[in-house]
């Protein structure tokens, strides 16, 4: 279980999470939703140490995650794919694939289980990172960060840019790391995205709680969704 209590962060001089308090349970898909602004990309980097509490603290089980360094955050089992991917663009796939895997000293076997996710990636293992299509980068940013073999998966805007078929692919892998048991936290901006796998949606303005809805909710909650998420 993930667990965020009254964690309040920035840059700087600026305040962008304000007393922030959510959580993510293993075996469910939780969105974070919220206007451009919000606060939601500061929360994960807030969780990968990336960004430093003000006050307030992030626990994965029983380990206080936000007393730690940022390098030591991953292994805890904490796979982050961020919004504009950030591959070794020079690297081929299979470096960019090891990578993850030493993250946690994993082996062959994870690869093999992650490319049975991922089964264009196997045809490109020796390709540049940087010359895959944007659906294909997307695959390797979410097979590298799943070779740490997650307890959590963190998703920065996933489906963004991405054709039908490639956010289907995505869809379909997130569902599956979820039937695993892995807590996934998803941001994301896409409403249809949202209802087609969500178990909780957290709903943030301004770096504040504003509003939650669980799964029996949101077949009901698409207009409240669009009010809170419009412009």
């Given amino acids: 279980m993930l667990r965020i209590e009254g964690l309040t962060a920035g840059y700087g001089a600026a305040t962008v999470l ?23 990309t ?46 070794f663009g020079e690297l081929s796939v299979a470096q960019n694939l090891r990578v993850g895997l030493m993250t946690r000293g994993s082996g062959a076997e994870v690869q093999e289980e992650v490319l049975d996710l991922f089964p264009r990636l196997r045809e490109r293992m020796g390709q540049r990172a940087d010359t895959l299509s944007g659906g294909e980068q997307q695959m390797l940013a979410t097979a ?13 805007e996933p489906t963004e840019g ?20 892995a807590a996934v936290l998803l941001v ?10 969500a178990d909780h949606v957290h709903l943030i303005e301004n770096g504040r709680n504003l509003e939650d809805f669980d799964a029996a909710q949101l077949t009901r909650a698409p207009d409240r969704l669009r009010r809170h998420l419009g412009v």
Avoid: F
């Avoid at 304000?18 to 939601?40: E, F, H, Q, V, Y």
């Avoid at 994301?188 to 796998?197: G, P, S």
């Fill in 162 to 181: 991405l054709q039908p078929s490639m956010i289907e692919a995505i869809r379909q892998v997130i569902l599956t790391l979820r039937d695993r048991g």
């Fill in 18 to 40: 304000r007393d922030l308090t959510l959580s993510a349970a293993p075996g469910r898909i939780t969105c974070l939703m919220g206007r451009n602004g919000a606060g939601k």
């Fill in 188 to 197: 994301e901006q896409r409403i249809d995205a949202v209802l087609a796998m």
């Fill in 144 to 156: 590298r960060a799943l070779c740490l073999r997650p307890r959590l998966l963190l998703l920065d």
């Fill in 42 to 87: 500061t929360t994960l980097k807030a969780i990968m140490g990336l960004v430093r509490p003000q006050a307030g603290r992030i626990q994965l089980d029983d380990t206080v995650i936000s007393d730690l360094s940022p390098h030591r955050v991953p292994a805890q089992g904490i796979g982050y794919v961020p919004q504009g991917r950030r591959l």
